[in-house]
């Protein structure tokens, strides 16, 4: 059958082609009536609007590519919903896609996403990608935006968490605990966040005559946070304080040793990171440095919007700064030494 046009729409409309593409287009000073027959005209033809025609004509597509490792991951897929929904405002459609932790396939993605004429692209980098990845997408002519963890591309924008700050919060509290044997786990061992981490929490930790006694990087996932519990408690080598890289490690590493029937009172402190919406919901509830995904990714997106709007300012770090959410995790209200929420 032949394609339905718009001057086909219009013609059963009773209406000039112009007055149909000013409905379609939700401009001009037109009667409800007459949007209201031409859109019933458009329901009875079956007409499809050409969307990557009006885009070539408009040079807009009202699309953004969104590139993460792992949308199954809680703070990624936070902060995913909180771009689409703060893109959506602005009339614009987010295209997303995982790179799985693969930069060959991260690479596939952009193409991909430059193919479709996207007007602007999110990209969480994933671990192991490259130098020459960076200045790929430095030379794209969309604007675009590295989330999260940083890969030094000084004409980028990059919004992202002040991770310094997010470690310096997590050992000052449980220096405040006493603890002497703090250890931090999970996390890829090549990530930014994780050394900024480290570094702001060590900062703390040396100040006050501690180091930090493990250092265990590691996939960010429960299932290798509940075997590394497992393990630590089969040599009896777990730590009277853990810093987890996020909610996800401290919920595997609870789960192994309630499993073992370690008590409650013997439990370490942890500190996670991340907020969650299930942190709070957890037994013993998480103690978390919260910078949340929906707050990133709202950063994220309009970070972007300002850069596809400006005009040629040198790109800005947008960082959200983080704070402490005092629950149970760290020992707060279950032990002798509990400090005010």
Known sequence: MPRVTLADVAK?????RATASLVLRETGSLTDETRVRVRTAMAELGYVYHRAAAAMRAGRTQSIGLIVPDISNGFTAEMTVAIE?????TGHVTLVANSLEDASRQELLVSSMLERNVDGLIVMPAVGTSDAFRERLSDVPQPSLIATRDIGADNLPYAGIDNLTGGRLAATHLVEHGVHDVAYVGGEADLAPRRDRIVGATSILEASGIK?????????????ARDLANSLADDSAIPEAMICHNDIVAFGLFRALRERG???DELPRIVS????????????P?????????????????????????????????????????????GCRTRDHCLEE
């Open 12 to 16: 059963r409309a009773g209406v000039s």
């Open 85 to 89: 929904r703060t893109l959506a405002a």
């Open 212 to 224: 930090l006694s493990l250092n265990l990087p590691g996939p960010a996932s429960g299932d290798w």
């Open 262 to 264: 370690v008590a409650r």
């Open 273 to 284: 990171y991340d907020e969650v919406m299930a942190a709070a919901l957890w037994e013993p």
């Open 286 to 330: 998480l103690t978390t440095v919260g910078a949340r995904g929906r707050d990133v990714g709202a950063r994220c997106a309009d970070t972007l919007l300002a850069r596809m709007e400006s005009t040629g300012e040198e790109p800005e770090a947008a960082l959200v700064e983080p704070t402490l959410i005092i629950r149970e995790s760290c």
